[in-house]
C-alpha cells in the first residue's frame, strides 16, 4: 500500500505529465477568453441519403485560434468537458446551429434540411438541458421537427431513467435523436429499444476495417440488423471511398457522411454546394 502511493507521489513529479498538466491549465484559460471572444465556429458536414439526397448536415465545431488558425475539437473538447465549458460552449453550438437551422427553414433549396448537433454528456444531464433546448428553438425560430441531437452511448448509460424522460419530452415537440459512434461504446440491448432514438450512426472505425483483417463489415452487417429490428435509420460515418459506399449501400445502410461527399464545410461553402447541386 505504502509502496504504491509512493509511487504514485513519485509519477506526479514526472515531468511528461507536468508539462501535460499545465498544457491543460494553459488550454483551459485559452478556451475561457475564445468563449468571451468568440473564436468558435461551426462548419457541416451533409448527411447524405444512398439515393443521393442530400438530408442535413452535422454541425461540427471549430476552434479559430489567432495564432493557431483553426483547431480540431479532438484536441479541445475533452478539455472543455473535463472543465465543465463544455457547458456553454455546448449552448454556443446549440444556438448557433439553431439559427443555421431557422436560415435553411427559410430558403426553397435548403427547407428540408435537417441540423444534426453533438451534445456532451455534461451538457445533457444538467437539470435544465430540456428547457434550454426549447428556449434556444423559441428563441431561434428554427424547426424542432428537423433538429436531431447526437447522443453517445457513454451518455445514455449513465442515468437511463433520467435520459429516456428528457428524451420523450424533446420528442414530443419533433425533437429526433442520433446514437453517435455507435458499436464503440457498451450499449444494452435490454434498454436500446426503450429509447426514442430515430437513427444509430455507424462508428467510423468499422467503416474504415469493411476491407481489411477486422470485423468492420460483419460489425456493420449486425448495426443494419439492429437498425430494422428496432425500427431506426442508419447512417454510416466516415464514408472515403466508392468501395466502402458500394458496401454500406448493398449491406442496407440508408444513409452517409463522409470525406466522398463531402468535408465539413463553413455555411457559405455549404449553401454553395447546395445551389451548385440545384443548379447542375
Ligand atoms: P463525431 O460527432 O463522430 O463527428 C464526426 C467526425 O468525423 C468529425 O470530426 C468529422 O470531420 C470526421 N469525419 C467525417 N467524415 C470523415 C471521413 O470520411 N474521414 C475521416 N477521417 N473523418 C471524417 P471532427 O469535426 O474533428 O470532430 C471530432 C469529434 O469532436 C466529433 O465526432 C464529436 O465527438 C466532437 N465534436 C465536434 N463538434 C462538437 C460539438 O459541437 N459538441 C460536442 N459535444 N462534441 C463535438
Ligand atoms: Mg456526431
Ligand atoms: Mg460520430
Ligand atoms: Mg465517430
Sequence with gaps: QAKAAGRNTIACFDPEMQLRVAASVALEADLRRALAQEEFVLHYQPQVGVDGRLAGAEALLRWNHPQR??????????????????????????????????????????????????????QFHRPDFVGQVLAVLAETGAPAGRLKLELTESLLLKDVAGTVEKMFLLREVGVGFALDDFGTGYSSLSYLHRLPLDQLKIDRSFIQEISGEGHGAAIVRIIVALGQALDMTVLAEGVETAAQFDFIVAEGCQAYQGYLYSRPLPAERLAEFIAARAGG
Design 69 to 122: 488558425g483553426l483547431v480540431s475539437p479532438a484536441e479541445f473538447i475533452p478539455v472543455a468537458e473535463d472543465t465543465g465549458l463544455i457547458v456553454p460552449l455546448g449552448q454556443w453550438v446549440l444556438r448557433s446551429a439553431c439559427r443555421q437551422l431557422a436560415q435553411w427553414a427559410g430558403g426553397a433549396a435548403t427547407a428540408a434540411l435537417e441540423m444534426a448537433v453533438n451534445v456532451s454528456a455534461h
